[in-house]
């Protein structure tokens, strides 16, 4: 007889509600700016490119300061703030829409704007988790929470581009605004739970704590080190998937748009399927399938090189989404269990910051592999590293955890 499950207290339930509407309200924005700047100012891919830049740096820049921010005052005031910075955004990009005032210098700013919003959220978010959620429920608040984001990932960019189609683009953004207050509303009502007070350090001594308390760790250091090299494997492969599909295997764009699209359906099956998988394998192997499927799903992508398929190329993708959000769901579980409440928002904003410095890194290193040496080397190269990926965390401590350790 399996044993009778952990309830979730109201307050995470409230938390998951927002966070289903916030990660739609981003994803349904994200994709609808690039479409406005291509559809009203002509944009190209250098303009598409910097407006993509400026939605991300925000990652690089204040997930740091966000986690000091979330260690040193209130976690659930960060998010409602967060979240009221994300629909100032959306609002003032309405207004540029109905008054025929856009530009990409207004687009980016507000991207920006907007993409600060979603780093104090997703700072917040996995430190006010376990100081609701009991240790033993903590898989399964995480799924809860990765399967909103699944759906958000699923459903936002087509929805965005069935409304900027239909509608226009003000559609798509009225959209995403509502979303937004949505999330912010049901934020306004949760509670703030009670924690103990701290010294306050210099914030360069709770930097050094943080980093030291991640690289110092047996278990956090091979789960950062995996997260890194697949997020650069993962950005080498998506620089040159486009023109590879289009030109290689010789789909239209709506093709590409499909196969792109069973990443977010794959994210769906894996998040459906992980409170399971968490209970029928040892943790530690729980960890390691998600980087596994990763080479799997690589090597599929590699296939197309000797027998080009649009079908293949979806399966890739698929893969890529199911696996990895078990990675996700795991690897966040044991973040939460082994990191004690006082820095948890701190090495919450490492594990953000160093994840979004790869991307770049990944995109900038497929750029000038595919730039010298053509699009096919693009996928053999992230092969590669998908592999290494998964040797490291192979390699390490975590692969002998037998279930969750003791929390913190």
């Not at 559809?39 to 991300?56: I, S, Y």
């Not at 559609?171 to 509502?178: D, E, S």
């Not at 928002?345 to 750029?367: D, E, K, Y």
Request: hydrophobic share 60%; aromatic share 8%; charged share 10%.
């Amino acid at each position: 007889m399996s044993p009778t499950p952990t309830p979730l207290p109201a307050a995470f339930h409230r938390l998951a509600g927002a966070n289903l509407a916030a990660q739609a309200a981003e994803q349904v924005s994200l994709a609808a700016v690039p479409m406005v700047a291509v559809m009203a100012l002509g944009a190209g891919a250098g303009e598409v490119g910097a407006l993509a830049t400026a939605q991300t740096l925000p990652f690089l820049l204040l997930a740091i300061p966000a986690g000091l921010l979330a260690d040193r005052w209130s976690r659930r005031g960060l998010m409602v703030w967060s979240e009221a910075l994300r629909v100032s955004a959306l609002l003032m990009l309405l207004v540029m829409v109905w008054t025929g005032t856009t530009s990409l210098g207004g687009l980016a700013v507000l991207g920006f704007l907007g993409a600060a919003g979603t780093v104090g959220f997703s700072v917040g978010a996995p430190a006010l988790v376990p100081a609701w959620v009991p240790a033993a429920a903590l898989g399964v608040a995480n799924t809860r929470l990765e399967l909103a984001r699944s759906l958000a990932f699923a459903a936002g960019p087509s929805l965005a581009g069935v409304l900027v189609s239909w509608a226009g683009a003000s559609a798509a953004f009225v959209l995403a605004t509502m979303l937004s207050v949505a999330a912010l509303l049901l934020l306004l009502g949760l509670p703030e739970p009670a924690r103990a007070s701290k010294p306050t350090r210099h914030v360069m001594a709770e930097l050094k704590a943080g980093a030291a308390m991640v690289w110092g760790h047996e278990w956090l250091r091979p789960v950062l080190l995996t997260a890194v090299a697949w997020n650069i494997a993962w950005f080498v492969l998506q620089a040159a998937y486009v023109p590879y599909a289009m030109r290689t295997l010789g789909l239209s764009a709506s093709a590409v748009g499909v196969t792109l699209a069973c990443y977010g359906a794959g994210m769906i099956f894996g998040a459906l399927l992980a409170s399971r998988v968490m209970r029928a394998l040892p943790f530690g192997r729980v960890i390691q399938l998600g980087p596994l499927v990763s080479v799997l799903a690589s090597l599929v992508m590699v296939c197309t090189l000797l027998w080009p398929s649009g079908a293949l190329a979806a399966l890739s993708f698929f893969l890529f989404g199911a696996g990895p959000i078990l990675w996700t769901i795991s690897s966040t579980t044991l973040r939460q269990t082994v990191t004690p409440h006082a820095v948890m928002g701190q090495v919450s904003a490492i594990f953000l910051t160093v994840n979004s410095g790869a991307r770049p890194v990944g995109a900038a290193l497929g750029g000038l592999i595919g730039a010298e040496f053509g699009d096919a080397a693009c996928l053999q190269v992230a092969a590669v590293l998908f592999a290494l990926q998964a040797v490291i965390i192979s390699r390490s401590p975590v692969k002998a955890l037998r279930s969750l350790p003791a929390p913190v």
